[in-house]
């Protein structure tokens, strides 16, 4: 059993910076692929970022490439997506997720989830 456990959201003005940090319990071979997905109430869960965690690829949705980073440190079994510029559409609960392939990113794909942490951006 693998747990992915978020941490780092809140509240920021537009503009600002928030960095998420996902731990997972275990490196396996059904988590070789880490990220983040978002989700606003009456609306489907969007992939926001991932990584490979194996050769360090990350991926970006394009609504976030240029402000998200997707870093890792592998010996904490961490994942980070570090978020500047924010904007108040970037407002949503953010979901740590993982799978075995990261060119297999879609909800129906995804192995283990997160409980989720809250990001709020106010203009």
């Known amino acids: 059993q693998v747990q992915l456990v978020e941490s780092g959201g809140g509240s920021v003005q537009a503009g600002g910076s928030l960095r998420l940090s996902c731990a997972t319990s275990q490196w396996h071979y059904t988590n070789d692929c880490m990220g983040w997905f978002r989700q606003v109430p009456g609306k489907e869960r969007e992939g926001v970022a991932r990584?490979?965690?194996?050769?360090?690829?990350?991926y970006y949705a394009d609504s976030v490439k240029d402000r998200f980073t997707i870093s890792q440190d592998y010996a904490k079994n961490t994942v980070y997506l570090q978020m500047i510029s924010l904007k108040p559409e970037d407002t949503a609960t953010y979901y740590c997720?993982?799978?075995?392939?990261?060119?297999?990113?879609?909800?129906?794909?995804?192995?283990?989830w997160g409980l989720g942490t809250q990001v709020t951006v106010s203009s």
């Open positions: 997720a993982a799978t075995r392939d990261c060119g297999r990113w879609n909800i129906e794909d995804i192995r283990w």
């Open positions: 990584i490979n965690r194996s050769s360090g690829s990350p």
